[in-house]
């Protein structure tokens, strides 16, 4: 792993963690190429209930927030990832998504697929290193239906 990698992977894990609004005491899993490294800084942080993908066990909806770094990825490969990270994720989980710049037709393409799955997003930001989604649970926002 060259400096410069995790230079850039610790860069973007500040705004990550601002948009999930995550504490020291959640649990967090963190996945995409990076997810190791990324776990690791969370540690160095203070995050000590951080979980890579790779050693996140069982999916039960153990995780109060998911960091996804991906980076130099498809959005059409996101897809099924989203799938099987969602197994994971409490009721009221926030997942924050990274990916790198992108038109503003491949942001509304996430936000679809966030959609689909049943996450709210709530906010947004442009990086120089990329650009971000943070979304929530729809159960975290109950919709009134109407009799």
């Not at 400096?3 to 610790?10: K, Q, Y």
């Not at 504490?23 to 995050?47: C, D, N, P």
């Not at 039960?60 to 799938?83: F, I, N, S």
């Not at 697929?113 to 442009?126: H, K, S, T």
Request: aromatic share 8%.
């Amino acid at each position: 792993m060259s400096s410069l990698e995790f230079t850039t992977g610790d860069r973007i894990l500040e705004p990550m963690i601002a948009l999930a609004g995550c504490s020291t005491q959640q649990w967090i899993v963190v996945a995409g190429a990076k997810s190791m490294e990324l776990m690791f800084e969370l540690h160095r942080r203070g995050y000590a209930r951080a979980a890579a993908s790779g050693n996140c066990g069982r999916p039960a909806g153990q995780y109060d927030v998911a960091l996804v770094d991906w980076r130099r990825r498809t959005l059409h490969a996101l897809e099924p990832a989203l799938d099987w990270l969602t197994n994971f994720l409490s009721a009221r989980a926030v997942l924050v998504v990274w990916v790198d710049a992108q038109k503003a037709s491949a942001n509304q393409s996430l936000r679809g697929a966030l959609e689909r799955r049943g996450f709210v997003v709530e906010q947004g930001i442009v990086h120089q290193y990329g650009c971000a989604l943070s979304a929530r649970r729809s159960q975290a926002h109950p919709l009134q239906l109407a009799a």
